[in-house]
């Protein structure tokens, strides 16, 4: 367990979750403050950059993410807790090449001279929300206040690749992780045990060629369907929007291809913990035991 | 400067350490898309053979990071393929063009895959 106080915290939405995925946002902020974690949103936060540059020798890339850091230094805050997935491995991986580029933080403060506060190492750090539902709320938490339990739902727990890989940015098992499995299973959710669970989605490939995300869909959506899931739960929103449309054409092409329903981990989470209608499913989709 | 001290400046990794096991080809999940795979990307720039800049594997690694988990000699395949790609990329040759992307699929794409590719595949 990390103890942070709750005003040590703060809450990181980024771009997607303020535009087309509001039910992660909605469910991720019901969930806080069901529980007693009432985080404050980051002052003046801008993009995170959307993905880590892998180039060595270009420091722009990074100057998106590090000015989140400096708005969390100065609200003092220890932790940003960033709710999707893509946000916070950026942040992430940012905060990791500045710990092993201890020069390169200081080229960084240097160019944005304009900036008030420095930046320095050890001031922030950044949780996904496997680290902040075990690390810091704890799942304890979660099975004590739970309203209704998951009566032996099969969730098959999608984690897409960024929150086990890469190894310094993981927050949990990197290959076969279980850390939200536990959890659910404290709920009376059977989990699936699928070998797709942490493979790519394919991603932004989608822009250049949909048919590589399709096909990665196909077989993501196959796997938990065999091992018996009845629902897909993803944490990140683009792998939310790739399973969830990508299946639509799937089932068109009438090669017998059934459609699993998606949600976000938070929205399961924010149903046990007695979320009204609108919070767990807002389209009113035909989602198993979310009708009940 | 070879193609490989090049790519070895821009993505930060000793390309020389690779001992060609092949487990990064292993397991990469749309290996069956690429035209080379990422273990023979890595010899080709070894040998600074620059004809591997026309492979479409450079262009089709997202970055999923599964390679550079289980490299059993920690190399960071995802750097180097980024690497290729800013070899093309600095020269101003933008690898999608905004004006190409058909007005329907920007109401069906969620933002984030947008700017994620644009970050990607252009300078």
């Not at chain 2, 180097?80 to 794409?109: G, Q, V």
Request: charged share 25%; aromatic share 8%; proline share 6%.
């Amino acid at each position: 367990m990390i103890n942070y106080q709750v005003k040590e915290l703060a809450y990181y939405p980024g771009c997607t979750l303020k535009n087309g995925a509001a039910e992660l946002e909605k469910s991720f902020l019901f969930v806080c403050d069901a529980l007693d974690f009432h985080l404050e949103e980051l002052p003046k936060w801008n993009c995170c950059g959307t993905v880590f540059s892998l180039q060595q020798d270009v420091l722009v890339y990074h100057l998106a993410s590090v000015r989140n850091l400096i708005r969390a230094k100065e609200a003092s805050k220890k932790a940003i807790v960033a709710p999707c997935s893509i946000c916070y491995n950026t942040l992430k991986q940012v905060l990791d090449f500045l710990r092993n580029n201890p020069d390169s933080l200081n080229k960084i403060n240097e160019f944005m001279f304009e900036e008030k506060t420095k930046f320095s190492l050890g001031d922030v750090d950044v949780l996904d929300v496997i680290g902040f539902f075990r690390d810091v709320i704890g799942y304890e938490r979660f099975v004590k206040s739970a309203k209704h339990r998951l009566n032996g739902m099969r969730i098959a727990v999608y984690y897409g690749c960024l929150h086990s890989r890469p190894r310094n940015a993981a927050s949990c098992e990197i290959e076969m992780p279980n850390a939200i499995e536990q959890l659910l299973g404290q709920l009376d959710a059977i989990c699936t045990e699928y070998p797709m669970k942490n493979e790519c989605c394919g991603s932004y490939l989608r822009v250049k060629d949909p048919t590589i995300p399709l096909e990665r869909v196909r077989r993501i959506v196959k796997s938990a369907s065999l091992n018996g899931a009845e629902l897909i739960a993803t944490l990140c929103p683009l792998c939310y929007d790739n399973i969830k449309n990508l299946q639509k054409r799937l089932e068109r092409e009438g090669s017998g291809f059934k459609i699993l329903p998606v949600v976000y981990l938070s929205q399961i989470l924010a149903m046990c913990l007695g979320a009204p209608k609108e919070i767990y499913n807002p389209k009113s989709e035909p989602v198993p035991a979310f009708s009940s | 400067m070879s193609l490989r001290e090049n790519i070895e400046k821009i993505s930060g990794v000793n390309l020389r350490s690779c001992y060609q096991c092949g487990t990064c080809s292993s397991g990469c999940p749309i290996i069956e898309m690429m035209d080379v795979p990422p273990s023979k990307v890595v010899y080709r720039l070894q040998k600074s053979d620059s004809s591997i800049l026309e492979s479409n594997t450079i262009w089709l690694c997202a970055a999923c990071f599964t390679c550079d988990t289980r490299c059993p000699r920690g190399l960071r395949i995802s750097a180097i393929m980024e690497a290729a790609r800013a070899l093309i990329l600095r020269r101003n040759i933008d690898h999608i063009k905004p004006e190409t992307i058909k007005p329907e699929a920007y109401s069906e794409l969620p933002p984030i895959t947008l700017i994620a590719a644009f970050r990607k595949y252009t300078g």
